[in-house]
């Protein structure tokens, strides 16, 4: 798939991404929380990686704070070397956060390591077949394919509004597919995972 293509699809998700970020508001991080929790399987023990919201992504802050007051442990990523898979800090609402390359914010440094077994993904697009439109630096899927690599379970979640799906997304042989997708009108399981 040429880069002018992807480019292109990025530019149009991007502004249906900001529409329906705009219209809906606050509501849209509840009812992600709330489908979040009703649908995917969850184990006491689970590790949940979420990501702090940047411009008008899909804001999982609520999900985060819900999944911690519940016991279970919560991470944020961090890029510790750029171009490479991404790291994971043990991280509880409160935390502090420093600013990241590109404009994100994550744990401090000396924050611990975890490895998460649920990996909640940002995305400008996506569609039926799991499919992920990203920003282009290729940090998730560098970093699911590592994990996917150690044979243990992981769920790659990609949590969206529902206008970002969209239909065929372009697709390179190193783009790692998702297993669910949440937005705030439902919670859907995608390829292998439709049937657990």
Same mark, same amino acid.
């Given at each position: 798939?040429?880069?002018?293509?992807?480019?292109?699809?990025?530019?149009?998700?991007?502004?249906?991404?900001?529409?329906?970020?705009?219209?809906?508001?606050?509501?849209?991080?509840?009812?992600?929380?709330?489908?979040?929790?009703?649908?995917?399987?969850?184990?006491?023990?689970?590790?949940?990686?979420?990501?702090?919201?940047?411009?008008?992504?899909?804001?999982?802050?609520?999900?985060?704070?819900?999944?911690?007051?519940?016991?279970?442990?919560?991470?944020?990523?961090?890029?510790?070397?750029?171009?490479?898979?991404?790291?994971?800090?043990?991280?509880?609402?409160?935390?502090?956060?420093?600013?990241?390359?590109?404009?994100?914010?994550?744990?401090?440094? %000396?924050?611990? *390591?975890? #490895?998460? /077994?649920? $990996? +909640?993904?940002?995305?400008? !697009?996506?569609?039926?077949?799991?499919?992920?439109?990203?920003?282009?630096?290729?940090?998730?899927?560098?970093?699911?394919?590592?994990?996917?690599?150690?044979?243990?379970?992981?769920?790659?979640?990609?949590?969206?509004?529902?206008?970002?799906?969209?239909?065929?997304?372009?697709? %390179?042989?190193? *783009?790692? #597919?998702? /297993?669910? $997708? +949440?937005?705030?009108?439902? !919670?859907?399981?995608?390829?292998?995972?439709?049937?657990?």
């Amino acid at each position: 798939m040429s880069a002018d293509a992807k480019n292109h699809a990025r530019a149009v998700a991007r502004e249906r991404r900001d529409a329906a970020h705009l219209a809906l508001g606050v509501e849209g991080a509840s009812r992600i929380a709330d489908h979040f929790l009703s649908a995917i399987p969850l184990e006491p023990t689970d590790c949940i990686a979420g990501y702090v919201a940047f411009g008008s992504e899909a804001d999982p802050s609520e999900l985060l704070s819900r999944l911690s007051v519940a016991g279970y442990s919560c991470a944020l990523p961090r890029v510790a070397v750029r171009n490479r898979p991404l790291t994971f800090k043990c991280w509880r609402p409160g935390d502090p956060l420093i600013g990241g390359l590109h404009g994100t914010r994550e744990p401090l440094p %000396d924050a611990l *390591d975890c #490895r998460p /077994d649920i $990996v +909640v993904v940002p995305l400008l !697009a996506f569609d039926a077949e799991g499919r992920r439109l990203g920003y282009g630096g290729g940090y998730y899927d560098r970093t699911l394919a590592t994990l996917r690599a150690e044979g243990r379970r992981i769920l790659a979640v990609g949590v969206a509004f529902s206008a970002q799906e969209a239909q065929d997304l372009p697709e %390179d042989k190193f *783009d790692e #597919r998702l /297993d669910w $997708v +949440v937005t705030e009108a439902d !919670a859907r399981p995608i390829g292998s995972a439709a049937g657990r």
